[in-house]
């Protein structure tokens, strides 16, 4: 299957992709813990500094833009979620955002009450919802199925009960790459009116996501996995925002939705999200010309740091409908593209004697993964694998990755844990046989002829 991307084009948007060490392009595998960004996103960054550096709300030109960018962050992101702009919250990071809403859903809680986190998920989906035991709420933990690292369902549909108030699950592991059906974990909790809060962070750079059709409460993502600049993000049910009571100072304003964002938020930041979002769409009208000529070149006003291009009334939940059908099409593409990865990364993988390959690797079910993959190596530390390929230019993460449940239920967290090598669209088969063969060289086993 031909890819539909444009990958020579895609990679020469993002410059840290020139670099190189010891005369060798650096290879980039550590997108779960942070992707790289476009020229766009730098420029974008760098322009409200020069143009629009002020606070909200002032009576001068500098703060009226930075108004201007506020909406249309909210817009974009809306875009890209398939939400209206008033359901979107930004704060400092997911983590900070996660524990700010649960304590306001703590208000609501009696003891008694339940939630159930899993064993798959990052702590920043685990801690804040434990933290509320305090409160008298018992949190249930759902097992995984060892094998292959996907949840154990039998135990989830179990461990929900009438006093099931909240379950936080993630949409993909960042460890092991698993994907679960959020749709189906939404139809339990719904048939014991219990909220549901989705961890999509990991998610959120591989797919598709729209949350009208998961139907999910909340959702948490942040812009620097998805190529863009350190915001979190959630997004609520309009219904859920204006009812929860936030914890906040008393000038804040109570409108839905900045009654939940304390204090100044990272209006740069915000800037560098436009523009990784617009890239996105861009990738889009690559993809499907058909889409118009028009979309493209509002994206590339946009990039001068236009904001308003996308700017809506109001009365309109999105700007442009079109950047949401070029943002589906672009995600959608990234999805085969991956895939295609996915095949020859694990099908390479599992040739090296003394390597172990963590979660899912029947071809047939790769659309229940990310392209990230976790592996140990028989004689080898996690560390000790990273540095050797560091030291080749190819960047990799080792450890639990905040996934610290998930490493201790495999038995691994004693022995410094996983290698993660995770994939992203900008990256290439020809990346992926570099690091097989390094892996075949530090394994100390010959390349086969």
């Known amino acids: 299957m031909k890819t539909p991307l444009d990958i020579k084009w895609i ?17 980039f595998f550590d997108g779960p813990g942070g992707t790289q960004v476009p020229g766009s996103v730098i420029d974008a960054m760098g322009d409200y500094l020069v143009r629009s550096n002020a606070n909200a709300h002032g009576a001068f030109a500098t703060s009226a833009r930075t108004d201007v960018l ?45 939630i159930i986190v899993t064993r798959l998920d990052h702590d920043a989906n685990i801690s804040p919802w434990c933290a509320l035991a305090e409160h008298g709420v018992t949190v249930r933990f759902v097992d995984i199925n060892v094998t292959d690292c996907t949840l154990d369902w039998i135990d989830l549909e179990q461990q929900i009960n009438p006093r099931t108030r909240l379950v936080a699950i993630g949409y993909a592991s960042n460890a092991v790459g698993t ?4 749709a189906k974990v939404v139809r339990l909790a719904r048939a014991v009116g219990a909220l549901v809060f989705v961890d999509a962070v990991h998610y959120a750079p591989h797919a598709p996501i729209d949350v009208r059709a998961l139907d999910c409460d909340f959702l948490a993502c942040s812009a620097y996995k998805f190529f863009g600049s350190h915001v979190g993000i959630i997004y609520g049910k309009r219904e859920h925002l204006a009812r929860l009571q936030p914890y906040k100072v008393r000038p804040a304003s109570d409108e839905v939705p900045s009654r939940w964002e304390t204090g100044t938020l990272n209006h740069e930041g915000l800037a560098g999200m436009i523009a990784a979002i617009n890239y996105l769409a861009k990738i889009g009208c690559h993809v499907s010309p058909t889409l118009g000529s028009e979309l493209l070149s509002t994206l590339l006003e946009a990039d001068t740091g236009k904001w308003e291009a996308f700017r809506c009334p109001p009365t309109q939940s999105t700007s442009y409908p079109s ?24 099908s390479g993988l599992l040739e090296i004697p003394g390597l172990t390959l963590y979660g899912i690797t029947q071809p047939e079910r790769f659309t229940w993964r990310t392209p990230t993959v976790a592996i140990t190596l028989a004689g080898q530390t996690p560390y000790s694998i990273a540095k050797a390929l560091g030291d080749r230019g190819i960047f990799t993460w080792h450890g639990h990755f905040y996934a610290i449940n998930l490493t201790e239920r495999l038995g691994v967290e004693a022995n410094g844990g996983l290698l993660r090598i995770g994939l992203v669209h900008y990256n290439t088969v020809e990346e992926i046989q570099r690091l097989l063969q390094a892996l075949r060289e530090i394994a100390a086993i010959p390349t086969s002829s």
Not at 100 to 113: F, H, K, M, N, Y
């Open 323 to 346: 950047r949401r059908a070029a943002l589906v099409t672009a995600m959608t593409a990234i999805q085969k593209y991956e895939l295609e990865l996915s095949n020859q990364l694990i």
């Open 11 to 27: 990679r020469a948007q993002f410059p840290a992709l020139t670099q190189e060490i010891s005369g060798q392009p650096v290879i």
């Open 179 to 182: 994907i679960n059906d959020i």
């Open 70 to 114: 506020i909406d249309s962050a909210r817009v974009a992101i809306a875009d890209f979620l398939g939400c209206d702009r008033d359901e979107v919250v930004f704060g400092a990071n997911m983590t900070t955002l996660t524990f700010t809403l649960s304590r306001a859903i703590a208000r609501e809680l009696q003891p008694g009450d339940e």
